[in-house]
């Protein structure tokens, strides 16, 4: 049975914010440069030469004396805001700029599934204007959402990093869950396969056991030999046992086709070649093919596990997401 590091089921924004404030404390506690590297990235744009990290300084001259050392850091003072839907309230906002003192850095951090209205930016940014000017404040307005917290941890994380991947893998799961991310569909999934490549392929399927959580994504990738060497669009996701060469259905997204009930069954019988026993307890991801291509993976280490691409991301927001046009566009190029 898998562990979960978050917690599920819910849909008040105090436990989606006890999730999120729980990963970048993990973060932190994994590695402080990576949780700096990640600040620094959240407000990319809006600080200029935000800086967290202490510094260590020699022979540094202040107005009287010039001492051997010092050790410093900057002060910051980071407030969230998080909305399960549009609904912020500018009155609760104001509230919450009371509690900035006199931080190097003061940012209130609103999170939500979508970017704030144009109305709503500008409210908030009067409001700010207004308590920087009566208080002397330094106060900026920073709105992110669920996915971009994700792809920012993404870029800080290395593939070796496994023991936080897993992590960041459940976090991504339970946004999913509770409907906090709207890029599901463009959600491209790279997934480790060896000896079952040929039968992926085969049965245009991809099988992983039931008690493994999964977030919901358009697209697989079938990942061997440090690079993905197919792309298929997900078309129904199916949970059944085979008993007695019969195909017991526990869930479907849609009905199975005739076409796809074989090839599970065809796929869980091949599986028996290698070992494995999936006949029962076993999700299978049906797609609507698989497009061979080569995206290589140049870093040093190799995939382990799952990683997420979100396409608009990799391909612009404008490419066809079609399993032939991903795969003809990544085809040649590289990835880390």
């Not at 999730?19 to 700096?36: A, D, E, Q, W």
């Amino acid at each position: 049975m898998k562990i979960h590091y978050f917690q599920r089921y819910h849909s008040k924004e105090n436990v989606s914010t006890g999730n999120t404030m729980l990963l970048i404390s993990r973060l932190y506690h994994y590695s402080p440069t990576k949780f700096h590297a990640f600040l620094i990235s959240l407000v990319s744009g809006d600080i200029q030469n935000f800086e967290t990290d202490i510094v260590f300084e020699t022979q540094l001259k202040s107005v009287k004396s010039v001492p051997d050392a010092q050790i410093k850091q900057n002060s910051f003072n980071i407030i969230i805001e998080t909305k399960l839907g549009k609904n912020f309230d500018i009155s609760q906002l104001n509230n919450h700029l009371k509690a900035f003192i006199n931080e190097d850095f003061q940012i209130l951090l609103t999170l939500s599934p979508d970017k704030m209205t144009s109305k709503q930016m500008n409210e908030v940014k009067l409001a700010i204007n207004e308590e920087n000017s009566k208080y002397s404040k330094n106060i900026i307005h920073i709105d992110t959402t669920f996915e971009q917290i994700i792809t920012l941890i993404s870029d800080v994380i290395d593939d070796r990093d496994y023991e936080f991947n897993e992590i960041l893998n459940d976090y991504i799961e339970c946004c999913s869950h509770e409907g906090l991310l709207s890029n599901k569909d463009r959600l491209m999934r790279a997934v480790t396969v060896g000896k079952t490549y040929d039968d992926n392929i085969k049965y245009k399927l991809y099988y992983d056991p039931a008690n493994r959580g999964y977030s919901e994504h358009g697209f697989l990738a079938l990942y061997k030999n440090k690079a993905i060497k197919a792309v298929g669009k997900i078309i129904n996701v199916v949970e059944a046992d085979e008993v007695n060469g019969q195909l017991i259905v526990k869930s479907s997204t849609i009905d199975l086709t005739t076409e796809q009930k074989n090839n599970i069954l065809y796929a869980i019988n091949s599986s028996k070649t290698f070992g494995w026993n999936v006949e029962k307890d076993h999700k299978f991801f049906c797609v609507d093919q698989f497009v061979r291509t080569d995206f290589t993976k140049v870093s040093k280490f190799p995939l382990q596990g799952t990683k997420f691409f979100d396409l608009d991301e990799l391909l612009g927001k404008n490419a066809e997401k079609s399993s032939e046009n991903i795969a003809k566009l990544l085809n040649g190029r590289t990835w880390r």
